[in-house]
């Protein structure tokens, strides 16, 4: 086996780790807002500013995941172009 064809199959091990942990990570963020809107909803004491603050970090929050995953997607993307141009 080619030392190319190694390392292009040590990167699918590694995307697809990531991809793996990623979606954990997912659901247990999807699950703690599911929670802290719960807990949002029913915390009539929290001023309508406090809850502003926590429902907007908490998109800022996934808007941060989203774009770190599409930057990794994206480089592994360049990775795979690499392998598949050095193949050849």
Do not use: H
């Amino acid at each position: 086996m080619e030392q190319y064809q190694i390392f292009k199959q040590m990167a699918q091990f590694n995307k697809t780790a990531f991809d793996n942990s990623y979606n954990t990570m997912t659901m247990f963020r999807e699950q703690n807002e599911k929670m802290a809107n719960s807990l949002l909803d029913q915390a009539t004491w929290m001023p309508e500013q406090g809850k502003k603050a926590i429902t907007e970090w908490m998109k800022s929050y996934k808007k941060g995941c989203d774009d770190f995953k599409k930057i990794v997607d994206q480089n592994y993307q360049n990775l795979e172009k690499y392998f598949t141009g050095f193949s050849k």
